[in-house]
Nanobody, 114 residues
Framework: QVQFVESGGGLVQPGGSLRLSCAVS????????MDWYRQAPGEERELVARIIGGDKLNYIDSVKGRFTISRNNAKNTMYLLMNSVKPEDTAVYYCNANYKAFPWGQGTQVTVSS
């Protein structure tokens, strides 16, 4: 069964950077899409970034130009590089694949605060 383990979150000041990692127990080469989602307190989980077919990248407007999604098939790992973070980026971040086809992992908490 495919499982995701997210890591790399923490407390960061506004304007700072973080790199999140998503380790996958499965062959990510088989995934058509790989996604990062986030859920802020009291909010619904939302899609943040997506890789489609290995090279097409999509982002929500609020993170365009600041976040970068990438994948390393050899390491079965996906990444989210977060630059110029803002307090509104505070959330638990999750990864998934193939349009949320798999069980969710525990996520990794990102808190942006001075």
């Amino acid at each position: 069964q495919v499982q995701f383990v997210e890591s790399g979150g923490g407390l960061v000041q506004p304007g700072g950077s973080l790199r999140l990692s998503c380790a996958v127990s499965g062959n990510i080469f088989d995934f058509y899409t790989m996604d990062w989602y986030r859920q802020a307190p009291g909010e619904e989980r939302e899609l943040v970034a997506r890789i489609i077919g290995g090279d097409k990248l999509n982002y929500i407007d609020s993170v365009k130009g600041r976040f970068t999604i990438s994948r390393n098939n050899a390491k079965n790992t996906m990444y989210l590089l977060m630059n110029s973070v803002k307090p509104e980026d505070t959330a638990v971040y999750y990864c998934n694949a193939n349009y949320k086809a798999f069980p969710w992992g525990q996520g990794t908490q990102v808190t942006v605060s001075s």
